[in-house]
Structure formats: structure tokens, C-alpha cells
């Protein structure tokens, strides 16, 4: 897509060290790597101290923070095909690594959404390896993360449950599709609205590609809980709540969107123009922390908060 002599100039401009810049070019395939890195950084470039990782000025930190929603992601999809999270090799870094809470195998009783959660969390693992291979030695570690405690607050603050009753992500398809709705919406107005704050084309394209791939996963779960509730009219309910807390906690915008009602389908949540709406990072800490205020620095499904620059609410907004 781009000539090499332009992505040779936009990684030089945003590689946080110069190690990482020989990364990503081995990572975009330009034969020669390492020359090509030395001649394009000339010796004043090579000796220039790196960037730090944790200013909130730099492309690193705002790769990072999409990292850390990737964890996530994968924890969840990957705990619900396979019982097992990412690999040890896949959540080192910077900052303070955490353990992840709850997550096991889901017993689907459809083939169909079985396979499609396989491919997703294939999708999510990947991203996060894409994301920590442009990020080298900047890349954040795996933050704390809970997909118990977290859910079943989310669920009980849109009114899904009751107080006192747990909200099971993992204990069967609808409960699985509910979940992911959740994280899969997050996901497309986190990189719709993340992308602005990218000066590298390069980094821009592949979070382009990502948010791409994130629209296809939402699309996907909607359509496929549109079918339950179509079985189970109860559904369609119950995808509004949880559309109408994520709307309560990530500002005064009215643009988060259920799947519709027996009578019309909502498979695409767009404004009035069919074009996606985004989320500040701030605003997608929001509905991640499970709390509307600002500076809020952890909670939700980050007990700890984010690791990396861009880990509070009142970032972007």
C-alpha cells in the first residue's frame, strides 16, 4: 500500500527505540531490515534517547492503551474456548503485571457459535501479539483483570440481575453472547475513537485494520443474539439494558445502540448518517472501570487500573 522509502520515514518518526524501529520494519517485510533502519536514522537519530512510552504525546501510549483492551479480549475468548488465557510469553512488559479472575471453557450447545468464538479469540490473540511486536520493549504488561466480579456489577448495574445474584459470563451461550456484546461494541468506538490521537500513517493503517476486524466480531454477536431473541424475546431486552449503562457511564452523548425488537433489526449502530460513532480513550475507561466520573483510575474489569499513559477517565475529554 505505502512505498517503502514513506513507511521507512513514518516508522522512523514513531518507533519508540531503535530496536523497535528494526522491528517493525522486519514486521511490514522490507527486505533488509536492519540496514535500511541505520541508513534511514543516520547516526543523530541513533544516538537520540528514546521516547518515553508513558507520555501521553506519543503513538506508543495510545497503541498501549488499545493493548490493554486486547487483553481483555483475549482473556475472555480464550478462557471461554479453551479454559486457558494467553500464553506467558504474550503478557510481559511494562508497568505492574497482573492475574486475571474467573474465565473457564464454555459448554456451547451450538456448533455455530462455538466456531465463532474460536475464530475471535484466534483474532484477539493475534492482536495482541501484532500490538506488542510494534511496541518491543515498550509494550505493557498484562494489567490485573476480573471477568467475574466485574461482569456480574455490570450486570446488576444495568438491571440484568437482582443484588446479591452473580452474573455468570461463562455458564452457557446466551450468557457467553451477552458478554461479548458487551466488549465487542467497546472495542469498534474505542479504535473509531482512538485513531485521531495517531500521527504515524503506519500505526494508523494497522488500527484501521484492527477496528476493521472489531466491527466484523460486533457485527457477528449481534446478529447472532438478534437469532436468540428472536427464539427468546426477552433477549432484546436485556441487550438494551446493557446498552442503556454503557450510554449512563461514558458521558452525556446518546449514541450507544441495542440490536432493535422483533419488528426491526439494529445490526449496525451508526448515527443518522450510517456512519460509526466513536468513544474518547477517557469515555471507553468509562464503561471498562464501570464508572462514570472523571479521573477514575481503575476498577471494573481493571481492578487496578491500565497499565501505560492513557489510564484515566478524564483522558480526551
Do not use: C, W
Not at 495482541?128 to 515498550?138: E, K
Not at 468513544?279 to 468509562?286: A, F, K
Amino acid at each position: 500500500m505505502y512505498e517503502k522509502h514513506f513507511i521507512s520515514e513514518a516508522v522512523t518518526r514513531s518507533a519508540t527505540t531503535d530496536v523497535d524501529r528494526r522491528k517493525l520494519f522486519s514486521m511490514l517485510g522490507i527486505a533488509g531490515a536492519g540496514a535500511a533502519a541505520a541508513t534511514v536514522l543516520g547516526s543523530s537519530a541513533a544516538n537520540a534517547a528514546p521516547v518515553d512510552a508513558t507520555s501521553d504525546a506519543t503513538d506508543a501510549a495510545v497503541l498501549n492503551f488499545a493493548l490493554n483492551l486486547e487483553y481483555l479480549e483475549a482473556e475472555f475468548y480464550l478462557r471461554a474456548v479453551t479454559g486457558e488465557g494467553l500464553s506467558s510469553k504474550d503478557v510481559g512488559g511494562t508497568g505492574t503485571f497482573g492475574t486475571v479472575s474467573g474465565g473457564r471453557e464454555v459448554k456451547f450447545k451450538s456448533k455455530t457459535i462455538a466456531k465463532y468464538a474460536r475464530e475471535i479469540a484466534r483474532d484477539e490473540r493475534e492482536h495482541v501479539r501484532f500490538l506488542r511486536g510494534a511496541l518491543g520493549a515498550s509494550a505493557v504488561a498484562r494489567p490485573k483483570i476480573s471477568l467475574d466480579a466485574a461482569f456480574t456489577a455490570a450486570a446488576q448495574a444495568a438491571g440484568v440481575i437482582k443484588k446479591g445474584q452473580k452474573f455468570d459470563a461463562f455458564a452457557n451461550d446466551t450468557n457467553f453472547l451477552l458478554a461479548a456484546y458487551i466488549f465487542e461494541d467497546v472495542g469498534v468506538t474505542a479504535y473509531k475513537g482512538g485513531a485521531g490521537l495517531l500521527t504515524n500513517k503506519t500505526y494508523l493503517d494497522a488500527a484501521a485494520g484492527i477496528l476493521a476486524v472489531e466491527a466484523y466480531h460486533a457485527g457477528a454477536v449481534r446478529t447472532v443474539l438478534y437469532g436468540e431473541a428472536e427464539k427468546n424475546a426477552a433477549i432484546y431486552g436485556i441487550v438494551q439494558k446493557i446498552s442503556n449503562v454503557r450510554d449512563a457511564v461514558d458521558g452525556k452523548s446518546d449514541d450507544d445502540q441495542g440490536i432493535g425488537s422483533r419488528g426491526s433489526a439494529n445490526l449496525v449502530p451508526t448515527d443518522k448518517n450510517s456512519i460509526a460513532y466513536g468513544r474518547t480513550p477517557g469515555h471507553v475507561l468509562n464503561v471498562v472501570y464501570l464508572n462514570p466520573a472523571a479521573n477514575v483510575t481503575k476498577g471494573g474489569f481493571y481492578p487496578n487500573g491500565v497499565n501505560g499513559a492513557v489510564n484515566s477517565t478524564s483522558f480526551g475529554n
